[in-house]
């Protein structure tokens, strides 16, 4: 079948009050003339050397990638810049050479590659966008090897998770921060301390240690219960004990001569449009491009998952699976915390002739029976039809509809293959992976962890006067269900048109960036006595990008 469209929806909003709106008011009332803003004032804060630490938000990391202007975006950078009006110094950022997204380590490209671009129909990436329309593309060159030294006052580590930050040699394992460590040895919390900070931020710590769980589809392990985060893989979630005392020792020790900062809660990732773009049910036998196809196809499909659904049907009848020719229809998913019935469907289609009859119309001899019998078990021995509790991930939408070419190979091995590729097609005839779906199972391991992280982050906040608390997890709430106001624009988690998220469907925009300072002078403001808001020190939101263009230098 042809690849399945991209489903953008582009939705209104209600306008909710809140400071944003408040400050848009104040700024439209001094652009008319009719009301001055106060002078600003810090507070009981010292901004003189400000210092950020943290993961992909703190970098500036953005569009699936980290370059030079997204980091010149960053939120510390914007912060940064209302904080030079408070006596706030020089912020310097390792800055990457060019504007590809990618990084190099050993002079061979990392799996962090080209940043994505707006293609017409969805996010690619920026070199596949350039050779198509025959434009040069630029090279990667920026080299993690290159060691640039550590005198900078942002430490946004892509990629780290919140032991990681506090782990010595952490260097070996991170390009982003190979160009920064002061040793082999050294840790992300010792390197960025020996800038000697009086303010902070602390933001997003404990995001990636459920992040890459949810990205892969949760093809990890919930590692609740062990603490020994050397036993980890990449895609595990983070024990929540092992998180409290790497947080609780970064907080301690950035606060130890008496600088005050500002620390992030978790949000819920799961809103996020890395989750919510693609529908659980996206076959629709009425789309003008791939409905033919799929229409075409069906009375097969009934006939195929019409001998499967009668051990369904015993077994555990939400698993019947019926396609629809008026109707959008689910994917088909493989749930691995369903019951096996493998088994069970070989050992009752293998000696009944009424299959030996029905794999007949395919060329298959009787004698095929107990080996088509077998690979039907295997494959839908845990398949069902995905729900609106399943939450497919963003890249999922490349290749339902497609030929899996490496499973339709092996199986030639078997079948005809022309039989092979019509039991390989992606979430219609072959149930779609693990890595591609968060079913509600695994999404309740992510909220668990998540809820346990920001007990912490409470705790340890409320604890500590020189702490404030940005509620960065009440902002994307808000946003993904009814919208954000930042000055005249309503911010969405809608990918492409919501303007607070970026093409990778996980990291935020410039102009997201710049809500995001702002709601940490907020904090700021509340906590220590400035005034920032009500001074109109904050990112203006039109001066900040929702893309950037693929021909940046």
Known sequence: MKKLKYILLVLSFSFMACENQELDELRNKVNTGTAELPDLTAGSADFST??????????????????????????PKLLSEQFAFAGGGTFTQPLLDENTGGILAGGSPTPFGYRLVFGGAGPVPL????????????????????????????????????????????????????????????????????QNPTFFTLSEVGGNDILQYATSGGTGIDRTGNIDPSTYHTNDITDPNVFAGAF???????????????????????????????????????????????VAQIPTLNQIYGAINQIFAVADPSRIIIFSTTETNPVIIKDED????????????????????????????PAAAPTVAGFLGTT?????????????????????????????????AL???????????????????????LTPQEQTAIANATTAYNNTIKTVTDANPNVALADLRAVLEQASVSGYPYDEFIMTTDLVFGGLVS????????????LMATEFLVAIDDAFGSNFIASGKTPVAADLPTNFSPLLP
Request: proline share 8%.
């Open 338 to 365: 369903l019951v096996d019935l493998s088994a069970a469907i070989a050992g009752a289609l293998a000696p009944d002739p009424a299959f030996a009859a029905f794999i007949g119309q395919f060329g298959l001899p």
């Open 415 to 437: 079948l005809p293959p022309t039989v092979a590729g019509q039991f390989s097609v992606e979430g219609i005839t072959l149930p779609l992976e693990d890595k591609w779906v």
């Open 50 to 75: 400000y210092l950020a630490i943290g993961a992909s938000f703190t970098a500036g990391f953005t569009d699936g990638g980290l370059f030079r202007a997204g980091q010149e975006h960053s939120f």
């Open 380 to 412: 839908y021995g845990q398949a069902r039809p995905a729900t609106q509790n399943d939450l497919l991930v963003l890249p999922s939408s490349s290749i339902i509809g497609n030929v899996n070419e490496g499973v339709a190979t092996a199986l030639a």
């Open 248 to 294: 609780s020792s970064m907080v301690t020790a950035l606060t130890l001569n008496g600088a005050k900062g500002v620390v992030t809660n978790v949000p819920d990732i799961t809103s996020l449009s890395h989750f919510t773009t693609v529908p659980y049910n996206p076959l629709d036998p009425n789309d003008e491009d791939t409905g033919p196809d799929l």
């Open 503 to 514: 093409l990778d469907g996980i990291h935020l925009t410039a102009r997201g960036y710049g």
């Open 127 to 194: 070199n596949a966008f350039l050779a198509s329309q025959d434009l040069p593309v630029p090279p990667i060159t920026t080299e993690a090897g290159n060691n640039i030294g550590s005198d900078f006052n942002n430490f946004g580590i892509p990629g780290a998770k919140s032991f990681h930050l506090v782990t010595p040699g952490y260097a070996a394992f991170n390009p982003y921060y190979t160009r920064i460590a002061s040793g082999g040895t050294s840790t992300v919390l010792n390197d960025a301390l020996t």
